[in-house]
């Protein structure tokens, strides 16, 4: 793996920080991407957490979400924790408040539902099973959405409460969890090696 790979780090909201350290340390060039121009240059996306109204809000503002859809159709490789989950589905359920809803960008053939875990009080952490890996995740549930339906070609990679909370669909990948917080690169590497 060469850090010839230019991974971005969608820097509108959320734990951009955490996600651009995981990167480097996993063999990726990262940077942020806040424009057109540095959405057209990268190799593959991150889309970190945060909140998804106001990340899918912010696109709007930012003329990105056209380019963003476009790029996820045209193939490239992204990946979303918790609320880049919830913006990379088909359908989201419980999307906010009219206007103000949060946007699927289509990247995967999925159902999520937002903050399925409960409110930031029941946030919590465990270790899950994570198909792939040789051990098992700590994982980070903040607010966390879950999964309620795949599609048939949709790789569940991992299940927290019996929902899938970790899937993958061709180069795009999502969990419901942070893995950019505990120091465990071993998701960020499975993505860096998808591209």
């Known amino acids: ?22 990167l480097e340390e996993a063999g990726a060039q990262a940077l942020t991407v806040r424009r057109r121009a540095e959405l057209e240059s990268i190799d593959g996306l ?32 992204a990946y979303g924790s918790c609320a880049g989950m919830i913006l990379l589905a088909t359908e989201i359920l419980d999307a906010g408040v009219p ?6 960008l289509a990247g995967i053939d999925m159902t999520v539902r937002r903050n399925a875990f409960g409110r930031q009080v029941d946030s919590f952490e465990g270790d899950i099973d994570f198909t792939g890996l040789d051990s098992s995740v700590h994982a980070v549930f903040i ?26 669909q061709g180069k795009v990948l999502a969990t419901a969890f942070h893995p950019e917080m505990t120091g465990d690169r071993r998701v960020h590497k499975l993505f860096v090696d998808m591209l």
Request: aromatic share 2%; proline share 7%.
């Open 1 to 22: 793996m060469s850090a010839s790979h230019r991974v971005g780090v969608l820097a509108l909201q959320g734990d951009t920080r955490e996600h651009l350290a995981a």
């Open 46 to 77: 991150v889309i970190p957490g945060g909140e998804s109204t106001t990340m899918s809000h912010l696109l709007r503002e930012f003329e990105l979400l056209g380019p963003l859809r476009a790029r996820l159709a045209e193939g490239m490789p």
């Open 99 to 104: 206007g103000r809803e949060a946007v699927p």
């Open 143 to 168: 607010r966390a959405p879950w999964v309620e339906r795949v599609a048939e070609h949709v790789e569940v990679l991992a299940r927290a409460a019996g929902h899938p909370v970790a899937v993958r």
